[in-house]
């Protein structure tokens, strides 16, 4: 295993019950946002999740992939439908990587074009 998920996910709910200690009002606005998201339910929870596992992939955030994990799981999400939503990840990063290689190539030939 490359990470003790179960006690990684302990230590954020620490590090953050101390946060909402020092400062509610940073908790409140993001269980604001959380709850904003599933006000009309028109996804469902599982297909939400999904989603959120999906973009904390691609925001390389360890603390949102534990947390949308364990959440899925709870939702009813398989093995097989969360590796479906990290191979839409997976595409869009690559696109990503694609989209700005083209803006590589458009800063060198502006480079290139001024020493001509």
Do not use: P
């Not at 006690?7 to 409140?28: D, P, S």
């Not at 599982?46 to 955030?61: D, G, H, M, N, S």
């Not at 990587?97 to 590589?104: D, G, Q, W, Y």
């Amino acid at each position: 295993m490359m990470l003790d998920w179960n006690e990684y996910q302990k230590q954020i709910a620490t590090n953050n019950a101390q946060i909402g200690r020092i400062n509610h009002e940073i908790l409140k606005g993001y269980r604001g946002l959380s709850q904003a998201g599933e006000s009309t339910n028109l996804l469902g929870g599982k297909v939400r999740e999904l989603i959120a596992l999906a973009v904390a992939v691609t925001r390389q955030c360890d603390g949102c992939i534990i947390t949308h994990t364990d959440a899925a799981i709870k939702q009813g999400a398989t093995k097989e439908e969360i590796v479906e939503a990290l191979s839409v990840a997976v595409a869009v990063n690559a696109g990503a990587a694609l989209i700005f290689s083209s803006r590589v190539m458009d800063a060198f030939n502006a480079k290139t074009a001024e020493d001509k």
